[in-house]
């Protein structure tokens, strides 16, 4: 498996950013696909994932309910995290990934990961 994020940058507080995680080489359908970030001083924590069997979205940050959304390609081959209302908090790298399904959307479920995406939110 192979997973190519894109997308991060440098935006003010409120504004929006789009994320895109490029996935390739599964195998079959079932597993979880989303977004970890890791912020200055915190753990890495699962942000959004899609379970790619029914389409089913979740967003497990709290912090992020109502401003993030996670979708998918008709193909269901590239992720997206929508971030929008952004805040000085929501500073990070942003790292795509995987977990077998029907695990839970913890980094420690992870198997695989894709580089990380730098999202800086400063005014």
């Known amino acids: 498996v192979q997973l190519q994020a894109s997308g991060g940058g440098s935006v003010q507080p409120g504004g929006s950013l789009r994320l895109a995680c490029a996935a390739t080489?599964?195998?079959?359908?079932?597993?979880?696909i989303g977004w970890f970030r890791q912020v200055p001083g915190k753990e890495r924590e699962g942000v959004a994932y899609i379970n790619n069997r029914d389409g089913s979205t979740y967003c497990y940050l709290d912090s992020a309910k109502g401003r993030f959304t996670i979708s998918r390609n008709d193909d269901k081959n590239v992720v997206f995290l929508q971030m929008n209302s952004l805040k000085v908090e929501d500073t990070g790298t942003y790292f795509c990934?995987?977990?077998?399904?029907?695990?839970?959307?913890?980094?420690?479920?992870?198997?695989?990961w894709g580089q990380g995406t730098l999202v800086t939110v400063s005014s």
């Open positions: 080489g599964f195998t079959s359908d079932y597993y979880n």
């Open positions: 990934a995987t977990t077998p399904y029907g695990d839970s959307w913890h980094s420690i479920f992870v198997d695989a």
